[in-house]
């Protein structure tokens, strides 16, 4: 099942969305607020991300910003009152997927909801940071405190699928499946000479791949 963040202040618009969205099969988490919004997308991952940009608390756009700056890869789509132009720009420079004026059909969001699930969650970031380790996610390009290093495109993809859930544990199997021509490799073995290259381009970085035994692997930052 579809796991949906939904952040909106609009109480009205906020239980017609719930039900709505529900009765089509997906599971729906509902806050009302900017830090409660931040709070929970620090603790909990969704599929896709609701947004409000006038929430209380905190602004949408300021949320979108630290949660791409996280390097979360989740698609948003922007709900927003304000008819400005400029928001709207604002909030696809951060890194929105898509946006929507109320009042809208919720036929139409679920049509852009599609539209954003149906994207690579890759293609959501442009880069990623950790410490030093700076990833461009549109072309593959790795700098370690202003110095690039060059990385091979498999390399680049097994990167970014460590850096965008850094502190977490990436499964083998889940970054093999970011390669398309190593979804059929019952084996992780090519997915351990990558991680065994690229602990060498970042020895000299504050970061570092550390293996969990039978699972997968975690980016952390060292001290
Ligand atoms: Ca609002």
Request: hydrophobic letters at 40%; aromatic letters at 4%.
């Amino acid at each position: 099942m579809t796991s949906v963040l939904l952040a909106e202040d609009d109480d009205y618009l906020s239980n017609g969305l719930q039900k709505a969205l529900k009765k089509k099969g997906y599971t729906v988490t509902a806050v009302d607020s900017g830090t409660d919004a931040q709070a929970i997308l620090h603790v909990q991952n969704f599929d896709i991300v609701l947004l409000d940009l006038g929430l209380p608390g905190l602004d949408g756009t300021e949320i979108l910003a630290e949660f791409r700056r996280r390097g979360s890869t989740t698609p948003v789509i922007l709900i927003t009152a304000r008819d400005a132009l400029d928001d709207k720009i604002a909030g696809l420079d951060l890194g929105a997927n898509d946006y929507l004026v109320k009042p809208f059909h919720v036929l139409e969001l679920e049509a852009r909801m599609r539209a954003a699930l149906r994207k690579t969650n890759w293609e959501n970031l442009t880069v990623i940071e950790l410490g030093k380790v700076k990833l461009n996610t549109n072309n593959g390009v790795l700098t370690l405190g202003g110095e690039e290093i060059d990385l091979t495109p498999r390399e680049a993809v097994v990167l970014q699928a460590l850096l965008s859930n850094a502190g977490r544990v990436v499964s083998k199997r889940k970054i093999m499946d970011q390669v398309p021509d190593w979804a059929d490799e019952s084996s992780g073995n090519a997915v351990e000479i990558i991680v065994h290259r690229l602990r060498k381009k970042l020895e000299i970085a504050d970061v570092t791949i550390n293996t969990v035994r039978g699972f997968g692997y975690i980016i952390e930052r060292t001290n």
